[in-house]
């Protein structure tokens, strides 16, 4: 492949996603990776999302739940979606897996990811701890986290004291799904990672703690004045804020990513998790992780590090946002004509394979290597 093809490639192809959420760190990274950006937005959003220069194409669509009718359309181009938070908050997990539009990622993760119990088998089995958990209120033996099922965003979880408590404030809810956790107090510490199936390498990319509304005010009002004030700690996500983790917890923090991902092939097929994924977790005063969650794709805290992390930097001489190092995940698997190691592959279309120009294919670098 001559240079200058090698170089255009990616140009050949458009990236798309969703117009929210970390479209525009997405559509960034694509762009300055050499791809066509597409971003598919709601009437509102149309003006802010044309004012870049990188969002090279803009389609509307009235409500991000009509994506799916965008299909045909899709697929009539060489479109590879980047999927974020506001597929799976706007799009039913159906609608979402039933798409055929060539998907960065592994769709099968989604089943895994989708159901907390299974989460826990997943990370327990990863060896991870997580906060111990109650399924009845008359167990209720310390204070717990009353987690909705589907909650946005930790909208309507509630902090509840013991089992009179429990009764007090939360019984209404016996009509939804919830799970109650044990409270772990502690420093919630979200690790984004990124996994390559090119180089087999994990890489930390960067991480964030969340600002929480009110939970993350109350240390402003002094305990005194809370007294006879009915306060309730409430965990709606509000914004994000950088963190760096003490040094000597970084190596903790790798292996959890590695048996995360390890897991992942033994229990959702044999390529599991790959790409971009986040481990949400709590550090304890005695230095342990609690594990909350896992996400399975780009978070949206990776915003704060559109211009790298301190992390990313350790790896790459360039900023290296999440979202670019998706598009070089993209850029790398064009090049080296393995576009399928990288695409989810259930019931998708395929790509003519001459999408490499004379189906020779290159070296694909690691990271600190740039690209081209
Ligand atoms: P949005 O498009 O802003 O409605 O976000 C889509 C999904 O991502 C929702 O479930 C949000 O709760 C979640 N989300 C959006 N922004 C953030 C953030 N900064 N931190 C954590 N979650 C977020
Ligand atoms: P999640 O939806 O599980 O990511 O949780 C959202 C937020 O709720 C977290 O950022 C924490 O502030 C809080 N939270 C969730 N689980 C726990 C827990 N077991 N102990 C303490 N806080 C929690």
């Given at each position: 492949m001559s240079p200058k093809s090698a170089v255009q490639l990616p140009s050949l192809f458009t990236i798309a996603t969703l117009g929210s959420h970390s479209a525009l760190q997405i559509l960034k990274g694509a762009k300055d990776e050499g791809f066509h950006t597409l971003a598919v937005v709601t009437p509102l959003n149309e003006r802010l999302y044309s004012s870049f220069a990188f969002v090279d194409e803009v389609i509307v669509i009235p409500q991000y739940g009509d994506f799916p009718k965008l299909e045909k359309e899709l697929n009539k181009r060489k479109v590879i979606l980047v999927p974020h938070g506001s597929f799976v908050a706007y799009l039913s997990m159906e609608e979402h897996k039933k798409m055929t539009t060539p998907y960065f990622g592994n769709k099968a993760v989604l089943d895994w990811e989708a159901d907390r119990l299974r989460q826990r088998e997943w990370l327990t089995r990863a060896g991870l701890k997580m906060p111990r958990q109650f399924t009845k209120a008359s167990e209720i033996d310390r204070p717990v986290i009353v987690k909705l099922y589907?909650?946005?965003?930790?909208?309507g979880y509630l902090f509840v004291k013991n089992p009179e408590d429990f009764t007090a404030?939360?019984?209404?809810?016996?009509e939804q799904r919830y799970i109650m956790q044990e409270y772990v107090l502690g420093v919630p510490v979200y690790i984004h990672y990124f996994y390559s199936p090119l180089t087999g390498k994990l890489e930390i990319m960067s991480m964030d703690r969340r600002y929480e509304s009110n939970v993350d005010s109350l240390g402003r009002i002094p305990l005194a004045d809370q007294e006879g004030w009915d306060i309730s700690p409430s965990y709606v996500v509000i914004g994000n804020q950088p963190i760096s983790l003490r040094e000597s917890l970084l190596a903790e923090a790798f292996n959890m990513g590695e048996a995360v991902v390890r897991v992942s092939r033994e229990i959702c097929g044999e390529r599991g998790l790959f790409g971009a994924f986040c481990l949400e977790s709590i550090v304890t005063p005695e230095s342990e992780f609690f594990l909350m969650e896992i996400s399975a794709r780009i978070v949206a805290g990776t915003n704060l590090f559109i211009d790298g992390s301190p992390y990313s930097y350790l790896n790459y001489d360039e900023p290296m946002s999440t979202g670019r190092r998706i598009a070089r995940e993209l850029r790398n698997a064009l090049l080296s004509n393995s576009l399928d190691l990288v695409l989810d592959q259930s019931g998708r279309k395929t790509f003519e394979r001459s999408a490499a120009p004379n189906g020779e294919s290159v070296a694909v670098p690691g990271p600190g290597v740039p690209a081209n």
């Open positions: 589907g909650a946005q965003g930790g909208k404030r939360a019984s209404h809810l016996v």
